[in-house]
C-alpha cells in the first residue's frame, strides 16, 4: 500500500540522520528514565508505570528503542514500531547487546497490523508524536489499545511551532511567527534538509482526545529546569526555562 507524502519525506530524513542518534540512544539504553530534552526523571513524571509484568506495550515511532527498554526491563512484552530501517538496525543491535527481546518492526505506525484491544499501554517521545498525522495516529493507538490502558506521548508545545523560522534551522525566537489558529501540519526546510511535522491547538488536541474515546490524566508543559545558554536542539535553556518548548499528554481510553 502506498503511503503519504510526508511518511515519505520523512522516512528519507530518518535513514539520512540515523547515524547521528546512535551515540544519544547508546546513553539512553543504559540510563535510568528520564523525559524529553530537558531530561526530566520518570520519578518526577511518573510516566511509566513501575510494575509493567504482563503488560503488552507498544512504542510508536521507536527510533533507537530505548524506551522500548525501559518497558522491557519493568516486566512487559514489547512491540517497537518506526518508519526508519536504520534507526531500526540501532535498536535491533541495542537489543541483542543489552539481551532484551523486543519486537521491533518497520513501518508506518498510523496504521499497524495488529487486532483491536491487543495493547496494555501505548507511547511516543517525539514519534508519531511529532512526525505523523495525530488525526490518524491517535484513533490507531485508542483502536489496539485495550479499554482502560494509557496512551502517553510526548512532543513539541504548540507554543514552539508559532516562533520558528521554518526556512532556518535557528533557535526558537520570542517573536510569533506563525499563527496559532489553523495549526496542523507543518513543513520545514532549512536549505538542507526537509520535513513534516504535525501539531495542533490544545483546543483541537482536546476535542481530538475526547471524540477518539480517551480522558486525560494529566497534562505536562515541561520547563527546562534552570535558566542557560546552552541550546539543545533549537531551544536555549533561556527560552524553555521561561516557555514550555515541550508537552505530555497522559491518556487513558475510556
Ligand atoms: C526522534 S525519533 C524518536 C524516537 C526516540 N524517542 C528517539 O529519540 O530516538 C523519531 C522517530 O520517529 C519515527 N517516525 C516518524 N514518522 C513515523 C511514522 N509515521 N511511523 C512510525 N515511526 C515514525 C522516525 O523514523 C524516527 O525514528
Not at 510569533?176 to 490544545?202: A, C, K, S
Request: net charge negative.
Amino acid at each position: 500500500m502506498t503511503e503519504p507524502d510526508y511518511v515519505l519525506i520523512n522516512r528519507a530524513h530518518w535513514d539520512k540522520h540515523a547515524h547521528e542518534w546512535i551515540a544519544g540512544g547508546e546513553r539512553a539504553w543504559g540510563a535510568e528514565p528520564a523525559w524529553g530534552m530537558w531530561q526530566i526523571p520518570d520519578a518526577e513524571l511518573n510516566l511509566l508505570p513501575e510494575n509493567m509484568a504482563g503488560m503488552r506495550a507498544v512504542e510508536l515511532g521507536c527510533g533507537t528503542g530505548y524506551i522500548s527498554a525501559w518497558m522491557a526491563r519493568r516486566g512487559a512484552s514489547v512491540v517497537g514500531i518506526d518508519n526508519s530501517e536504520r534507526q531500526l538496525a540501532t535498536a535491533q543491535r541495542l537489543a541483542a547487546e543489552h539481551g532484551i527481546d523486543i519486537d521491533f518492526i518497520h513501518g508506518n505506525a498510523e496504521r499497524v497490523r495488529f487486532d483491536d484491544e491487543s495493547f496494555d499501554f501505548a507511547v511516543s517521545e517525539y514519534g508519531v508524536a511529532i512526525w505523523a498525522d495525530p488525526l490518524k495516529w491517535i484513533p490507531e493507538a485508542h483502536r489496539v489499545l485495550k479499554p482502560g490502558s494509557r496512551l502517553v506521548f510526548l512532543g513539541n508545545h504548540p507554543l514552539t511551532m508559532l516562533v520558528q523560522d521554518f526556512r532556518s534551522d535557528e533557535p526558537l525566537t520570542r517573536t510569533l511567527m506563525e499563527p496559532y489558529f489553523g495549526l496542523h501540519r507543518v513543513d520545514w526546510d532549512d536549505g538542507t534538509d526537509q520535513g513534516v511535522e504535525f501539531n495542533l491547538t490544545i483546543s483541537d488536541w482536546i476535542s481530538l482526545f475526547h471524540f477518539t474515546g480517551f480522558d486525560i490524566v494529566s497534562y505536562h508543559e515541561l520547563q527546562a529546569p534552570a535558566p542557560g545558554n546552552e541550546i539543545r536542539f533549537y531551544v536555549s535553556q533561556d527560552w524553555a526555562h521561561d516557555y514550555p518548548s515541550e508537552q505530555v499528554w497522559n491518556l487513558r481510553k475510556r
